[in-house]
C-alpha cells in the first residue's frame, strides 16, 4: 500500500467519523427539542416554563431577566395569543405557568383542570390606536365604520383582545358592521402585538388594542371609548395543576405578581396593576384556629404549606383567649396579629369583625351531650344537667366559643344559673379540654362539639341536644391589615376545596366548592 492510499484511508476514515458524529449531535439535539422541559425547585437552578400572552413580552421579559439574576433560576417562555396557548397547553402539559391577557381564560382554564392557584396582576381596556395626530380624525367606534378605512382587529378565536372587542361591540350593537369592514379592507390578526404593529407599520388606519399595548409604542395615539371602556381585562396568572414539584412555579408566580418585584415593571408600562403581596423567597402567615377545627385544618394546611413553599403558624385556641389577643395586639398590622382567622363560630368572629374583610361560612358541627359509655346516669335531656350530684364540665365563656354557645343553649331553656350553681364541676378554656374530663371521670357530662367526640368512640356515649341554638357553624376571614392578602386568599381556596378533610373530622359542609376546581398534584 502506497503512502497516498494510506494517506487516503485515514481521510475517509476521518471523515466518516466526523460524518456520524455530526449525526449523532443531530439526533441528540432533535430529542432534546423534543424533550419534555425539566422543572424542579429554584434551588436546583434549572427552569420554570410560563405560556404567556404575547402582548405581555415586554414587562415578562424584564420580570424573567431579574428572577435569573436573583435566584439563578431561568423562566422559560413561549408567547402566543391566549387562546392558543390555552388549547395547547391542555394538550400538552408542558408548562407551569399560565399568563392570559384576561381572567376569562383562566376561568376556563380552571374549569378544564389545567389550572389550580391564580394570583391577579393588573387590569388594562381596549383602545383604539391611529398614527401620530390622528390624520384620519377617529374618535368613535361608529368613526372606524367608515368604508374607506382600513382596521386592524384581533382575532376574537385566537387573541384575547379580539374576544373583548367583539364582547364590547356585541355589546354596543357595532360588531356585525365592524366585522364586515374588516373582512372586506381589513385584517384579523392572532395576536395584539400583530395587531399593533399593522397600525404602526401603516398598513392600516386604525386599531384595536389593550391600553398597556399602547402605551408601549410611542409611534402611535390612542383613543379611549365608552363602549371599550366598559370592556376592562383582568389580568391574571395561574399556576398549572401539575405543576412539579410545583414550589418552584409559585415562587416564581409570587415573583412575578410581588407589589415591588413583578408589578412595578407592569405599572412602568402602563398596566393599572392590584395592590400585590410584598416578595419574600419563603413567606410566613400567622393563622389564628378555634381549637374545633384543628383535626380539619392540620392536613390542609400541611398540603399548602408543601405546594406554595411557604410556612404558616398556626395557633389553636379558644376563640375567647385568641380575640383578646388580638385586642391586647390592638394594630392589625402589627407582628403576631394573625393574617387568616378561623372561629369556632360567628359570635367570636363577630367581635372582631372591624379588624377582618367579611367572613365566609365554611362548616358547621351540633352542640351534643356527652357522656360515658353505656350513659350510667341516663342523662337524656338538658333537664337532666340539674338533678342532684351530676357533674357538669362545660366551656368557659370568657374563653372559649363552646363556652359562649354552651351558655346561650342553656339561657334559653331557663337552665344556666341552676346548672352552674349547682352541678357545674369545673369550666375548660377550649373545647379540646372537655372530652377527657368525661373519660377521666372528672365529670358526669359535657356540653361539647360532636367533632371532638370521634376520638373517643369507644369510652363515650352522645346524646343530641333538641334546639336550633345546638350548633356552631365556623367561618373563615382575613385580616384588613395583612400584607399577604393574595396568598390568604390561596390559603382559604385550598380550605374551600377540602371538604373531604372536613367532613371525614366530622363536620357538615356549608360552602359549594366549584365543581371543576382541579386538586393539585402533589409529588
Request: proline share 5%; aromatic share 6%; charged share 20%.
Amino acid at each position: 500500500m502506497t503512502e497516498t492510499t494510506r494517506h487516503v484511508g485515514r481521510l475517509s476514515r476521518r471523515i466518516n467519523f466526523i460524518a456520524f458524529a455530526s449525526i449523532g449531535l443531530l439526533v441528540a439535539l432533535t430529542l432534546l427539542m423534543f424533550k419534555p422541559a425539566s422543572r424542579t425547585t429554584a434551588a436546583s437552578g434549572k427552569s420554570i416554563q410560563l405560556f404567556c400572552a404575547a402582548g405581555m413580552r415586554l414587562p415578562i421579559e424584564a420580570i424573567r431577566t431579574s428572577f435569573a439574576a436573583e435566584y439563578g433560576v431561568q423562566i422559560d417562555v413561549q408567547y402566543g395569543g391566549s387562546m392558543t396557548l390555552l388549547s395547547q397547553l391542555q394538550i400538552s402539559r408542558a408548562a407551569d405557568l399560565y399568563l392570559a391577557a384576561d381572567n376569562d381564560y383562566l376561568e376556563m382554564a380552571i374549569e378544564r383542570g389545567v389550572v389550580c392557584e391564580t394570583i391577579p396582576i393588573a387590569s388594562m381596556v381596549p383602545v383604539i390606536v391611529v398614527p401620530p395626530g390622528n390624520p384620519k380624525g377617529i374618535h368613535s367606534i361608529g368613526d372606524l365604520l367608515s368604508p374607506e378605512l382600513r382596521v386592524a382587529l384581533g382575532n376574537p378565536d385566537q387573541a384575547a383582545i379580539g374576544r373583548h372587542t367583539r364582547a364590547a361591540l356585541q355589546a354596543s350593537g357595532h360588531w356585525e358592521r365592524l366585522k364586515e369592514q374588516v373582512t372586506r379592507s381589513g385584517v384579523f390578526k392572532p395576536t395584539v402585538p400583530d395587531v399593533a404593529n399593522c397600525a404602526l407599520l401603516g398598513s392600516v388606519d386604525a386599531a384595536i388594542v389593550w391600553s398597556a399595548t399602547a402605551a408601549q409604542y410611542a409611534g402611535l395615539d390612542s383613543i379611549h371609548t365608552p363602549e371599550l371602556d366598559a370592556f376592562a381585562s383582568q389580568i391574571t396568572l395561574g399556576v398549572t395543576s401539575w405543576s412539579d414539584p410545583s414550589a418552584a412555579a409559585l415562587q416564581a408566580a409570587r415573583y412575578i405578581t410581588a407589589r415591588d418585584r413583578g408589578l412595578p415593571v407592569f405599572a412602568r408600562m402602563g398596566y393599572d396593576t392590584t395592590g400585590g403581596d410584598p416578595w419574600e423567597a419563603h413567606p410566613e402567615l400567622t393563622f389564628f384556629a378555634g381549637s374545633v377545627n384543628r383535626r380539619a385544618l392540620d392536613p390542609v394546611i400541611q398540603r399548602f404549606e408543601a405546594r406554595e413553599g411557604v410556612t404558616i403558624n398556626t395557633i389553636y385556641n379558644g376563640c375567647g383567649i385568641l380575640t383578646a389577643q388580638m385586642r391586647t395586639i390592638g394594630d392589625p398590622h402589627a407582628t403576631g396579629f394573625p393574617d387568616v382567622y378561623i372561629a369556632c363560630d360567628t359570635y367570636y368572629l363577630d367581635t372582631v369583625a372591624e379588624l377582618f374583610e367579611s367572613g365566609t361560612c365554611i362548616s358547621e358541627t351540633d352542640i351534643v351531650l356527652v357522656v360515658a359509655e353505656g350513659n350510667p346516669k341516663h342523662i337524656l335531656h338538658l333537664d337532666d344537667l340539674t338533678r342532684q350530684g351530676i357533674r357538669v364540665a362545660i366551656g368557659q365563656p370568657e374563653q372559649c366559643t363552646i363556652g359562649v354557645l354552651s351558655k346561650r343553649l342553656l339561657e334559653d331553656a331557663g337552665l344556666y344559673q341552676a346548672v352552674l350553681t349547682r352541678n357545674v364541676v369545673t369550666q375548660t378554656a377550649t373545647s379540646s379540654m372537655l372530652i377527657p374530663a368525661v373519660t377521666t371521670g372528672a365529670a358526669d357530662v359535657v356540653l361539647a362539639y360532636r367533632t371532638d367526640t370521634l376520638a373517643e368512640t369507644a369510652r363515650t356515649d352522645v346524646v343530641d341536644i333538641d334546639s336550633e341554638l345546638a350548633k356552631a357553624i365556623q367561618p373563615f376571614a382575613i385580616a384588613k391589615g395583612t400584607d399577604y392578602k393574595s396568598l390568604s386568599q390561596r390559603l382559604f381556596n385550598a380550605i374551600r376545596l377540602a371538604q373531604d378533610d372536613f367532613e371525614a373530622a366530622g363536620f357538615r359542609w356549608r360552602l359549594v366548592a366549584p365543581a371543576a376546581a382541579p386538586s393539585p398534584v402533589v409529588p
